[in-house]
């Protein structure tokens, strides 16, 4: 079946440590985003991708990177950049930048001791 | 840029009676409305969505939301509440489809036995 693969579920790091969080898709589909959920906070975007090699920043992408090489694949790094990472992080992705049916992971919770 | 309002963090309601979800939003141009649920520790799934054409918009698990350009608003409803209806639910918004959804803050739903 096709989906969207987030991994790890779960995340312990340490102060000052980058961390990368995986986000795959089967689904062919084109755009892909980053969402972050605070208890409520709502969903706030990190990051989107219309397309492969080419992204923007969202609301609160300071302290996140991203690539997106290939069109299956579009990993977050959490820098020690990033005050309170301390959160549940959701890829997203839609057939293309213009339908907002979002598909999304089931999720990764990161953790910051 | 658009924006969406949630009111209420907490709506209880009992096991058979009427779910009322209220969403308003803000939008400079003709808006794309969604509603997505969410259970614990998942991601969010698509209930029902408004982009053009009739207003009332039916959605999955008896849900349905009618799009009122005079009120801004696109409040989710259920005639009668079952106890698997108890989930976070998340109005969105797009301009026109073109930009990344905009979530509200979340609506988080009991039901009562």
């Known amino acids: 079946d096709g989906g969207i693969t987030q991994s790890p579920k779960y995340l312990f790091r340490k102060e000052g440590q980058n961390v990368t969080l995986s986000c795959e898709q089967n689904l062919n589909h084109d755009a892909m985003y980053w969402y972050r959920q605070d208890p409520g906070q709502g969903l706030r975007l990190i990051y989107y991708?219309?397309?492969?090699?080419?992204?923007q920043k969202g609301d609160i992408a300071e302290g996140y990177s991203v690539s997106r090489e290939k069109k299956e694949s579009f990993p977050l790094t959490v820098t020690s950049a990033q005050k309170n990472p301390t959160a549940f992080y959701l890829c997203a992705s839609s057939y293309s930048h213009t339908s907002n049916v979002l598909t999304f992971g089931a999720g990764s919770r990161l953790t910051v001791l | 840029a658009q924006s969406v309002t949630q009111l209420g963090s907490h709506v209880s309601v009992s096991e058979g009676a009427l779910v009322l979800l209220r969403c308003n939003y803000s939008s400079s141009v003709p808006p794309y409305l969604f509603w997505y649920v969410q259970y614990p520790n998942q991601g969010l799934q698509l209930l029902l969505k408004y982009t053009t054409g009739a207003t009332l918009v039916k959605g999955i698990n008896g849900f349905e939301a009618e799009f009122k350009k005079s009120e801004t608003s696109f409040h989710l409803t259920k005639p009668s509440a079952h106890m698997s209806d108890a989930a976070e639910y998340f109005c969105a918004v797009s301009d026109l489809g073109n930009t990344p959804l905009v979530f509200g803050k979340g609506t988080r739903l009991s039901v009562i036995a």
């Open positions: 991708s219309q397309i492969v090699n080419d992204f």
